[in-house]
């Protein structure tokens, strides 16, 4: 079974502090995603990943950075937490576009991040 | 700004009664129309989804109708079970180029049993 899985499920920080969020899948997909959920905001793409060391800003990246080192890892990265990037944190992966399945999404379980 | 509208925010039916969730989209380059369902504390997975050269998708007790002329898509759940509880996210994606997917706000359906 394809699996996304997020390293922490639950995460309580204090302003300022840096937040390393980590997210690894093992299909072998070549595209990463980091969402950020918040009720009646639906899911907003935060950044994305086509490659290893290749990022693209979503529409809502400020205060965020991502890092891909490998493929099947992308961390996203709070350089100074907070409060309002308290939230649930969602990665997910998929197939390239030329593949039949490409857009298809597989998403991890969520990290819920409180910020203090 | 949001590209994908959905309405209901939240929803109760019946055991056994129709769910009919709605989404209307505004870029008419999007040509994929997904689905997805959230239970609590797991991440949304891939529901049903169609394109727009057909109006009607169905799997199962799960319907999708698209109106393309009105850039507005459904979900239709007939027989509503408790166990379809959970939160349903349409979205919208361009097929061409990079598959960015924009979701709706979600809508929470609860099934009384």
């Known amino acids: 079974d394809v699996k996304v899985t997020q390293s922490s499920r639950y995460l309580v920080k204090r302003t300022g502090e840096k937040v390393f969020l980590e997210c690894v899948q093992d299909m072998d997909h070549e595209n990463m995603f980091w969402y950020r959920q918040d009720p009646g905001l639906g899911l907003r793409l935060i950044y994305f990943s086509y490659d290893v060391k290749m990022k693209e800003k979503g529409d809502i990246p400020e205060g965020y950075s991502v890092s891909r080192e490998k493929k099947e890892r992308f961390s996203l990265i709070l350089e100074s937490a907070s409060t309002n990037q308290t939230s649930m944190y969602l990665c997910?992966?998929?197939?390239?576009?030329?593949?039949?399945?490409?857009?298809?999404?597989?998403f991890g379980a969520g990290s819920r991040l409180t910020v203090l | 700004q949001q590209q994908v509208k959905q309405s209901p925010q939240s929803l109760i039916v019946q055991k056994g009664g129709i769910s009919i969730i709605n989404c209307a989209y505004e870029?008419?380059?999007?040509?994929?129309f997904p689905w997805y369902q959230q239970f609590p504390g797991k991440g949304p997975a891939l529901l049903i989804a169609i394109r727009p050269d057909v109006s009607e998708k169905k799997e199962g007790r799960f319907t999708i109708s698209f109106n393309k002329s009105a850039k507005q898509f459904s979900l239709h759940i007939m027989d509503s079970q408790p166990g379809d509880s959970a939160t349903y996210f349409c979205a919208a994606s361009i097929r061409t180029g990079f598959q960015k997917l924009v979701f709706g706000t979600g809508t929470r359906l609860l099934v009384s049993p």
């Open positions: 997910a992966s998929s197939l390239p576009r030329r593949s039949s399945g490409a857009n298809v999404l597989t």
């Open positions: 870029n008419t380059a999007f040509d994929y």
